[in-house]
Every structure is written in C-alpha cells, then in structure tokens.
C-alpha cells in the first residue's frame, strides 16, 4: 500500500553505544510525525534495535539477505532469520551491494521475491551511475533492473514493495538530485509500473534515496511521485533524521 515511509540505511555504521543513543534520541523527537519511520542497522545490531524500538512506531529491518533458505552459506543471513528478530523490512539491490558484490539484476530480483515470501516488505533499490545519467542511458538502465522484478515477482507484488530510486552519484557525495530529477524518474517508474497495472502503480511506495538531509527533504518530498527517503548518512543523527521524517506527510 502506498505510504509516506521515510528510512534510515545505517549501512556499516554504528556501535552498542551509539546506537542506544541514536534511537533514543530519534523516539523523543517523532511526536508529530505522521509518516511511517524505519532504521535498517547491522545485522549485527537488530536484537538491539528490536528492544530498543519495542512498542514504539519505528520498525526496522536488515541492509540485505540470502536468497536461500538456511545451510552451508557462511557470512549470509536468511529472510527468515530477519523475521525471528522481528523485522518488518529488508533493503535488496542497494547499489554498494550491487558494485562491490557483483549483485545482479536477477539476483536482485530473486531476493525481493525471497523477502516477500517470507512476509517481509523489500526496500527495493534502483538507480543509474553518472556515465548513464551522462550518456542518457538513465530510463534504460532503472528499466531493466524494474523489469527483471517485474518479470520475477509479477506486477502484483508491487503493492508489497517499496521501490528506492537511489542515482548512484548522489549517494553519500553530498550531491543530491534536484526534485525534478527525482519526480522525472519516479514518474518514469510509476508509469512503467502502470504499463503493466494502472491500480498496481499508483499504489506503490516509491522513495528517493541520496544525500537527503534536513534542508532539501520538505522540496523533495513535495514532488507528487516522490513518497519519502531512503536516508543514509543523515539517519545517524537523531535530530537531522527527526527532521527529515517529518518533512514526509
Ligand atoms: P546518503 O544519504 O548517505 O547519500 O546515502 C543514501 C543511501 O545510499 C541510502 O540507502
């Protein structure tokens, strides 16, 4: 279902200490939020951000996942080991997962699949490098990673999916999108979503994701196919994150 959803990536950041205060300090500052708010720490970290965030209305989730099951798969962790720690959402596709892990379009789509399975709702991650963006190869390249779910999971799915536009040369570079960038790819998505269900697409979360902060979420968000954020660096500051989360109505 769509809704206004703002995320925090903590990405491999954080320690027991740290995080304690962090999520602290982000439960007294969301009184008048209206969005839906989730942080994604470690895996290290979830049994700690499950007390934490026990009873609150902040949900949480892992960075990535296994597509199998359970067995001989050192270092990887399963969708069901996520919702043992009571997680609500899982990133798949992020683009550091995509260029530093080899992931693919197809891999990525079986680990959303994996996740719906398993009841969790995947944070699924797009997004195009500058040289695409430069060579006006943007549309084909967030086509072919949307088609492949698309063709994995059914369109139907998208109603379960969050969808995070993230342009990779705007991720932690301090170089946001202009919101009209943001709505032109949103659009895009939507309108390719809608090409195979018109339901489906206007009910699909889409987030932008890359170097969100405080002072540019209210425009960003403000965009009519823009839901929220998918926030890495600015979710490790309990106030700038607050701040942002309530920039999404
Ligand atoms: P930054 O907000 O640090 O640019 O990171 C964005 C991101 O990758 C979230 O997944």
């Known amino acids: 279902m769509r809704q206004a959803l703002v995320a925090g990536n903590w990405k491999m950041n954080g320690s027991l200490e740290n995080n304690e205060a962090l999520l602290k300090g982000l439960l007294e500052q969301l009184d008048d939020v209206t969005a839906k708010v989730a942080v994604c720490p470690s895996f290290v970290y979830l049994s700690q951000a499950r007390d934490l965030l026990a009873g609150s209305q902040v949900g949480f989730g892992g960075q990535d996942l296994s597509t199998e099951a359970s067995g001989a798969f050192t270092g990887e962790i399963s969708a069901e080991m996520l919702n043992d720690f009571g997680c609500e959402y899982v990133i798949v596709g992020h683009s550091e997962r995509r260029d530093n892990h080899g992931e693919t ?106 170097s969100v902060k405080a002072a540019n979420a209210e425009e960003l968000f403000s965009m009519p196919d823009v839901d929220g954020g998918l926030v890495g660096g600015a979710s490790l500051d309990a106030a700038e994150f607050a701040a942002i989360c309530k920039a999404a109505k």
Not at 155 to 168: G, K, L, S, T
Not at 203 to 209: D, M, N, S, V, W
């Open 105 to 210: 379009n197809e891999l990525v789509a079986q680990k959303t699949q994996v996740a719906l399975n398993a009841g969790l709702t995947p944070l699924f991650c797009v997004g195009e490098h500058l040289e695409d963006r430069e060579s006006e190869q943007t549309e084909a390249v967030i086509a072919a990673q949307l088609d492949a779910a698309i063709e994995t999971c059914g369109i139907d799915a998208f109603e379960n999916i969050v969808i995070a536009y993230e342009p990779v040369w705007a991720i932690g570079t301090g170089k946001t999108a202009t919101s009209e960038q943001a709505q032109e790819v949103h659009a895009f998505i939507r309108n390719r979503l809608a090409g195979h269900d018109q339901n489906v697409a206007k009910q699909t979360t889409i987030l932008y994701g890359g």
